[in-house]
Structure formats: C-alpha cells, structure tokens
C-alpha cells in the first residue's frame, strides 16, 4: 500500500478471491500452488491490513462478481474509525456507473480541500419492530434513505412516537 494517499475510494472490488462467486473459478484452474501464490502475492485481503488511508467502499447490493461475505471481510479489514461503507440500491456494474456516486466526490472533497465529511450512521437498532439510528453531521440533514432488503417495516417514526 502507498500510504502517501490520505484516502481511497475501492469501488465494487474487494478482496479473498478465491471466496468471490465468478473469480474463484478462474482460481481453480491453477495449480495448487499457483493458486497459494496469487493469493499470497495478488489478493487485495493481503495489503489492506498494512493500509493507513481513509477508506470508504462503495459497491451495489447485487454485485455478482464481489459478493456480500467476501466484500464484508474486506472491509472489515480497515478500522471502524477509517472506513465507511456506501451500498448502492441496483447499481449497475460498469466504469461509468461506479464514476456515478456524489459520495465519491464529498469524501474525497472532505480530505483533500477540508470540506464537510459525508454524514455518518453511528449505530442502528431495530427493537419492538421498529428501526433507529444515531448519526453524526457536519451539516443539518433535510431527509435521509435507507435500503433495507430484508425486513419490511412501518414509516419510521421519531422516539416520541410521531411520524
């Protein structure tokens, strides 16, 4: 890793290839030891423990190709405090479509010039049926969307009950 970088943005890529739905076929067809080689020597899992940068992963929740539990060991790799994830609802796989996220540019706008970081969800509850979350933000926040594939749930309502 070249730690002169203060971020990184990976988009769609992660690591622990030989666990990726597509890319661990390719792997199977070394050899035994070629395959010990590239992941020793090529697999992104290997140098992310020894990166320094902010880090914020951005990806959609249908990527064939990164799946969600090779994509979560990879992120996981970096530290909670260096490292946001943003999971796009049915974002294609192309280059212009991962050029697309406005999340991209406010994260690097916010290392590069000072400008104000992205707002960030700090924890999440679901309790009674009902979903919560506390967030920290530089700027007041006019709405806020939340993709959730599996649970279906009521309009969000505040702790005092009120929509």
């Not at 943003?86 to 697309?100: F, L, N, Q, T, V």
């Not at 991209?104 to 590069?112: E, G, K, L, W, Y």
């Amino acid at each position: 890793m070249d730690n002169r970088f203060k971020a990184a943005v990976p988009v769609y890529g992660c690591g622990f290839y030989d666990e990726s739905d597509v890319f661990k076929k390719d792997l199977e067809k070394l050899t035994e030891a070629d395959r010990v080689k590239w992941l020793k020597y090529f697999d992104p899992s290997v140098y992310l423990l020894k990166a320094e940068a902010e880090f914020l992963f951005v990806n959609g929740n249908k990527d064939r190709f990164y799946n969600v539990i090779p994509y979560h060991k990879t992120y996981s790799l970096i530290s909670e405090k260096s490292r946001q994830v943003c999971i796009k609802p049915d974002m294609s796989d192309s280059h212009p479509a991962g050029w697309e996220p406005l999340e991209i540019r406010t994260f690097f706008d916010h290392f590069a010039f000072g400008l104000a970081a992205a707002p960030t969800v700090q924890q999440v509850k679901i309790k009674d049926g009902l979903l919560s979350a506390s967030y920290t933000s530089p700027v007041s926040l006019v709405s806020a969307h939340f993709f959730i594939p599996t649970i279906h749930f009521h309009p969000m309502r505040n702790e005092s009950g009120n929509r």
